[in-house]
């Protein structure tokens, strides 16, 4: 009996998280991506900008919710050329926690630790 | 063991010692170094695949395909840690611990840490790791030992040929000695049995009667016939065939005493007689008057003017006790060694207890010496161990 409940929990706490990712990942599609997508913005080379020069998770999201609440050329992680061919982001209207939502949902997106795998 | 082959071996126990502690130094120091050496070796060829890997890192961070290939080798191990040194991905079975040092080691393992920067992939440090080829160390050691035994052969015959070049005088002042000995009691033999022997004619028909000028030429004819036959004996010992038999002790004791009779007379020394009779012991006749007239001289020779000799047999022994100048206790141990003479008023060649100690050790006797000085010395043979 006891692993019986011991598994229904343990399905139900997936399933809901599996929803909360997905859902999750709706809203930064709705959100961020989707406006990347049709500027045509490469969010992945964003990411791995960041990655090259932070290193670890938390100094990423801090790094992008700074340039985020104040973008700026000066504080951006991309080139100076990469404005002459994209626009510059217009400051967002997200309140701080659906903000730091969205950059956590950014980062497991485009995480590398989820791409690399052993050669054969 | 004699004194020449006692001063030999601890010569070369010296020697050998010595070198032997300079070698193994010498070759730890060497050993160690050498096996520094062969480690930086590996871990040059380890920091190199190390850069080979940063080089693909560097490739694969620009790579936007859907899967990344780490860059593994089956010939090495290698991992990625962040900034906060937490694993991202490797090759290893069981994530190893990042150290903070450039390189390290375990019993088996080579390791050597990257510092990335920038950081590609996300990778600030990169660990790669490989199995210590032990083949060359195991080589070195083979080295080292046949060097330690082929110096070990080398020194020993270079330590036995000096040792043999260092006590050759002393051999050749014993040899000198031996062959002096031999060829003075060779021509000591027919004057001192002329000399006994017109003695006992002269005796036998009365011609002088017991003149103690006689006595005293009979007494030192004795004494010199005693000596000849002692040093016959150390001279011919090594061939020397015994016939053991059955001698009766008691009337050997008595008849040697009479034999003396002449030397404790003069000394005015009282003798005191406990002695089992009929008393049989399995022991070559020659060798018991040996055993006997070396005690018995000693006795007397050391024994104070008017002092007293004591002769106990027993079942199990014989002591003789004289009550003389006596023996340090110092020179107790040493005084059965050949040429030994603790006391040089009186004279002799030291050979006296020497002879002694050699036909008690021939038939397993104990000798047992307790001294005083100027009291006396008790010497004991006890016939069984």
Known sequence: MGKIIFFFSLFCIVGHAQDVNKEDKQQLQKECLQCHIEQQIPSALIYRRYLMKYSTFERMEKAIFAYIKNPDKKHSIMPPQFFLKFPMKELSTLDEDALQKMIKSYLNTFDVKKKLVLPQ | ?385
Do not use: C
């Not at chain 2, 004289?322 to 340090?328: K, L, M, R, S, W």
């Open chain 2, 1 to 385: 063991m004699s004194s020449e082959q006692s001063s030999l071996v601890r010569f070369l126990l010296i020697y050998l010692g010595s070198t032997f502690i300079l070698f193994s130094l010498a070759s730890w120091i060497f050993y160690v170094s050498s096996k520094h050496h062969l480690l930086d070796k590996q871990r040059e060829i380890l920091k190199y695949q190390s850069e080979n890997v940063t080089s693909k890192l560097r490739m694969l961070h620009k790579n936007f395909d859907g899967t990344l290939v780490y860059p593994g080798s089956k010939t090495f191990n290698s991992a990625i840690y962040d900034l906060d040194k937490r694993y991202i991905f490797g090759t290893f079975k069981q994530i190893p611990v990042l150290e903070h040092t450039d390189h390290y080691s375990d019993e088996k393992r080579l390791y050597h840490v990257t510092k990335l920067e920038p950081y590609y992939l996300g990778a600030a440090y990169l660990l790669t790791a490989k199995e210590i080829d032990k083949s060359p160390i195991t080589a070195l050691q083979a080295k080292i030992i046949w060097f330690m035994l082929a110096a070990g052969v080398f020194f020993t015959t270079l330590g036995y040929f000096l040792g043999r070049l260092f006590t050759a005088p002393m051999r050749d002042s014993i040899e000198q000695m031996n062959y002096f000995i031999q060829d003075t009691t060779h021509e000591l033999n027919t004057p001192i049995s002329t000399i006994l022997t017109n003695i006992e004619l002269l005796e036998t028909y009365g011609k002088y009667g017991k003149s103690e000028e006689l006595q005293r030429i009979e007494i030192a004819s004795k004494t010199l016939s005693r000596i000849y036959e002692d040093l016959t004996y150390l001279n011919l010992n090594h061939d020397y065939h015994r016939d053991v038999e059955s001698v009766d002790i008691t009337q050997l004791i008595e008849e040697r005493m009479v034999y003396f009779s002449t030397m404790l007379q003069s000394r005015g020394i009282t003798t005191r007689l406990e002695i089992l009779p009929e008393k049989m012991l399995e022991i070559d006749p020659n060798d018991a008057v040996r055993l006997i007239d070396n005690l018995l001289s000693n006795a007397i020779k050391y024994n104070k003017a008017k002092g007293t000799l004591t002769v106990k047999l027993t079942e199990k022994s014989l002591r003789i006790i004289d009550t003389g100048i006596g023996i340090a206790q110092k020179d107790l141990n040493d005084i059965s060694k050949r040429f030994k003479r603790v006391n040089k008023s009186e004279g002799g060649f030291g050979i006296g207890l020497d002879i002694v100690n050699q036909v008690v050790n021939s038939y397993g006797f104990v000798l047992h010496i307790t001294s005083e000085m100027n009291k006396g010395t008790e010497v004991e043979v006890r016939w069984e161990k």
